[in-house]
């Protein structure tokens, strides 16, 4: 039999458990980060319209690099954080519509279609509902049918980050054009139908169901990545010394390589269907086997 404690014990314990700090239930910040990054980049795409209101278009286009650049990471740190979840999705899409789908849109409208009037008007709004329609048909295939192996590398159609560099494209080179002080090619490219043009097939790029790279299995061969090392350092440098430039040669490359992403593919699904068949063509024997 165990003697009983004294009571000065029991009173210390009391007071003590009195004194320990409560234990609130919740979520990590390590589970925060993601969407306060997706956040930031919902604040930087407003600051663009913000900024191409008072006419400071290079300001303007800053920004949206900046909320692409985030775009890129945030669903990469949620997935290192283990902190994916459905409200950080569409959170992450609707601040998308936002950045890619009307920040563009109406930073080109002020720029220069806006002289047209509501004629002017009418792409922007075209693009905006292809960046809408685009968004909405990726969150439906995050639920849909799980699909064959090789269509995860690939997006459908140009994703909202890519597509609004692609619609900026105009402005990058005239703001190159302006730096370098080549003033009539800033009048050419300032013209509303060449503005028009790019926000038209650029919105029909998003909801098209052509497959483009989505670079994140990509890899690279041993023999390629020395001058891939090499051409990273040159674009670096052009980076720093002509940004526009630099953005520019971007969106030009990755329209280069949207008919590769188609080629590449077909190809794979060619294997794909080829080894479905020869699968089936394999389990044949064995099942009339089987049957005789």
């Given at each position: 039999?165990?003697?009983?404690?004294?009571?000065?014990?029991?009173?210390?314990?009391?007071?003590?458990?009195?004194?320990?700090?409560?234990?609130?239930?919740?979520?990590?910040f390590?589970?925060?980060?993601?969407?306060?990054?997706?956040?930031?980049?919902?604040?930087?795409?407003?600051?663009?319209?913000?900024?191409?209101?008072?006419?400071?278009?290079d300001?303007?286009?800053?920004?949206?690099?900046?909320?692409?650049?985030?775009?890129?990471?945030?669903?990469?740190?949620?997935?290192?954080?283990?902190?994916?979840?459905?409200?950080?999705?569409?959170?992450?899409?609707?601040?998308?519509?936002?950045?890619?789908g009307?920040?563009?849109?109406?930073?080109?409208?002020?720029?220069?279609?806006?002289?047209?009037?509501?004629?002017?008007?009418?792409?922007?709004?075209?693009?905006?509902?292809?960046?809408?329609?685009?968004?909405?048909?990726?969150?439906?295939?995050?639920?849909?049918?799980?699909?064959?192996?090789?269509?995860?590398?690939?997006?459908?159609?140009?994703?909202?980050?890519?597509?609004?560099?692609?619609?900026?494209?105009?402005?990058?080179?005239?703001?190159?054009?302006?730096?370098?002080?080549f003033?009539?090619?800033?009048?050419?490219?300032?013209?509303?139908?060449?503005?028009?043009?790019?926000?038209?097939?650029?919105?029909?790029?998003?909801?098209?169901?052509?497959?483009?790279?989505?670079?994140?299995?990509?890899?690279?061969?041993?023999?390629?990545?020395?001058?891939?090392?090499?051409?990273?350092?040159?674009?670096?440098?052009?980076?720093?010394?002509?940004?526009?430039?630099?953005?520019?040669?971007?969106?030009?490359?990755?329209?280069?390589?949207?008919?590769?992403?188609?080629?590449?593919?077909?190809?794979?699904?060619?294997?794909?269907?080829?080894?479905?068949?020869?699968?089936?063509?394999?389990?044949?024997p064995s099942?009339?086997?089987?049957?005789?």
């Amino acid at each position: 039999m165990k003697p009983p404690r004294p009571p000065a014990v029991d009173r210390w314990r009391q007071r003590l458990r009195r004194r320990s700090r409560p234990r609130f239930k919740g979520l990590s910040f390590n589970r925060l980060i993601p969407n306060l990054m997706t956040l930031v980049g919902l604040c930087a795409g407003l600051t663009a319209i913000r900024f191409a209101l008072v006419e400071r278009w290079d300001a303007a286009v800053t920004a949206i690099v900046i909320a692409a650049v985030i775009d890129g990471l945030d669903g990469r740190i949620a997935r290192l954080l283990k902190a994916t979840s459905r409200f950080g999705a569409e959170f992450d899409s609707l601040a998308d519509f936002l950045c890619f789908g009307v920040a563009p849109a109406l930073v080109l409208y002020l720029w220069t279609l806006s002289t047209w009037g509501g004629l002017g008007w009418a792409p922007c709004l075209m693009y905006a509902v292809c960046a809408a329609l685009r968004l909405a048909r990726f969150n439906a295939a995050i639920d849909g049918a799980p699909k064959p192996a090789y269509t995860y590398n690939f997006f459908t159609g140009v994703p909202a980050p890519a597509a609004a560099g692609l619609a900026l494209f105009p402005l990058f080179v005239a703001l190159q054009a302006q730096a370098m002080g080549f003033s009539a090619v800033v009048d050419i490219i300032r013209y509303p139908a060449f503005s028009a043009l790019v926000l038209l097939a650029v919105g029909a790029l998003m909801v098209s169901t052509v497959p483009t790279w989505s670079f994140k299995n990509f890899k690279v061969p041993q023999a390629v990545v020395l001058p891939l090392l090499l051409g990273a350092g040159a674009f670096i440098a052009l980076l720093v010394s002509e940004p526009w430039a630099a953005f520019a040669l971007i969106g030009l490359v990755y329209a280069g390589l949207i008919p590769l992403g188609v080629r590449s593919y077909n190809r794979l699904r060619a294997e794909a269907e080829a080894m479905a068949v020869t699968a089936r063509d394999e389990d044949r024997p064995s099942t009339e086997a089987g049957a005789a």
